[in-house]
T-cell receptor, first 113, second 116 residues
Framework: AQKVTQAQTEISVVEKEDVTLDCVYE???????LFWYKQPPSGELVFLIR??????QNEISGRYSWNFQKSTSSFNFTITASQVVDSAVYFC??????????FGTGTSLTVIP | GAGVSQSPSNKVTEKGKDVELRCDPI?????LYWYRQSLGQGLEFLIY????????KSGLPSDRFSAERTGGSVSTLTIQRTQQEDSAVYLC??????????????FGPGTRLTVL
């Protein structure tokens, strides 16, 4: 079975706090792909990052960082020094070599000014 | 165009009517996906196209739902005899190279369907 779990339904933080969004995935494939998308109130999903299963190197992009750990089947997303503009629903997704994609149910992040 | 476009942006219809939702992918993208997002829910996969063919229709919720793609570009999702439970945002995404799931999907703004 292939599945993505985002256990945190809603998170609220005060501006400038750091926040980590959890993502746990299940797959039996040895080759797979992981994604994070942001869905702001406007509704359009915005691609943030893609990682391949064979590349566990963590990545940092500005205030965003991702921690990929195959040992725990997790692909967590951290926002440092959060800002109000970070308020959105964030989706984690798993893709396989059969062009099938599985999305988590999303984490709604609210950054309070 | 620069991104994936969808039309209409909003559609209100009466129960029992048919609706057509349109998706225009990013130019050159050969793979196209349809998803449904109900209020406060995640994304539910419906169907994907590789060129004009649909190798995976497993997500279509019933035979009232169908989709086609012509010319390897524009796709239409048709819902016949709409029901209130069909109310949702229908999202379309496209990606660059068919057959490789390494290719990132880029999403359109969605069509919000309301069935009264």
């Amino acid at each position: 079975a292939q599945k993505v779990t985002q256990a945190q339904t809603e998170i609220s933080v005060v501006e400038k706090e750091d926040v980590t969004l959890d993502c746990v995935y299940e797959t039996r494939d040895t080759t797979y792909y992981l994604f994070w998308y942001k869905q702001p109130p406007s509704g359009e999903l915005v691609f943030l990052i893609r990682r391949n299963s064979f590349d566990e190197q963590n990545e940092i992009s500005g205030r965003y960082s991702w921690n990929f750990q195959k040992s725990t089947s997790s692909f967590n997303f951290t926002i440092t020094a959060s800002q109000v503009v970070d308020s959105a629903v964030y989706f984690c997704a798993l893709g396989n070599t059969g062009n099938q994609f599985y999305f988590g149910t999303g984490t709604s992040l609210t950054v309070i000014p | 165009g620069a991104g994936v476009s969808q039309s209409p942006s909003n559609k209100v219809t009466e129960k029992g009517k048919d609706v057509e939702l349109r998706c225009d992918p990013i130019s050159g993208h050969t793979a196209l996906y349809w998803y449904r997002q109900s209020l406060g829910q995640g994304l539910e996969f419906l169907i994907y196209f590789q060129g004009n063919s649909a190798p995976d229709k497993s997500g279509l919720p019933s035979d009232r739902f169908s989709a086609e793609r012509t010319g390897g570009s524009v796709s239409t999702l048709t819902i016949q005899r709409t029901q209130q439970e069909d109310s949702a945002v229908y999202l379309c995404a496209s990606s660059w190279v068919a057959g490789y799931s390494t290719d990132t999907q880029y999403f359109g703004p969605g069509t919000r369907l309301t069935v009264l």
